[in-house]
């Protein structure tokens, strides 16, 4: 059993940064691909950023690549995004995933394959 709990959201300028921390509770976490997520206001959750065990590859949303980086941090069971030149479209409540054992990054950009999720943070960004 994994608990993930998302922090570092809130309210920030056109162009401003944030940073968002995932931390994750319960065994084997090393163990688990982790993923952030995003979802605005009547539309679909949609990926921002993954990340696999042990940090060896990362994958991007089309939208934010430049500009947010993941990283973890395993002693700390911590996965971090890091978010640049924030955008008013990307408001929207963040959660993160955590993907038992992905095998490939690509698949972590798909919601159906995570086992787990936080309960969100949410970020706005006015312009």
């Known amino acids: 059993q994994v608990e993930l709990k998302e922090s570092g959201g809130g309210l920030v300028q056109a162009g401003g940064s944030l940073r968002l921390s995932c931390v994750a509770s319960?065994?084997?976490?090393?163990?688990?691909?982790v993923g952030w997520f995003r979802q605005a206001p009547g539309k679909e959750r949609e990926f921002v950023a993954a990340?696999?065990?042990?940090?060896?590859?990362?994958a991007y949303g089309d939208s934010v690549g430049g500009r947010f980086t993941i990283s973890r941090d395993d002693s700390k069971t911590t996965v971090y995004l890091q978010m640049n030149s924030l955008k008013p479209e990307e408001t929207a409540v963040y959660y993160c995933?955590?993907?038992?054992?992905?095998?490939?990054?690509?698949?972590?950009?798909?919601?159906?394959?995570?086992?787990?999720w936080g309960q969100g943070t949410q970020v706005t960004v006015s312009s």
């Open positions: 995933g955590a993907d038992y054992r992905p095998i490939f990054v690509g698949n972590m950009k798909t919601r159906g394959n995570y086992e787990y």
């Open positions: 990340i696999t065990r042990g940090g060896s590859s990362t």
């Open positions: 319960g065994v084997a976490f090393q163990e688990y691909g």
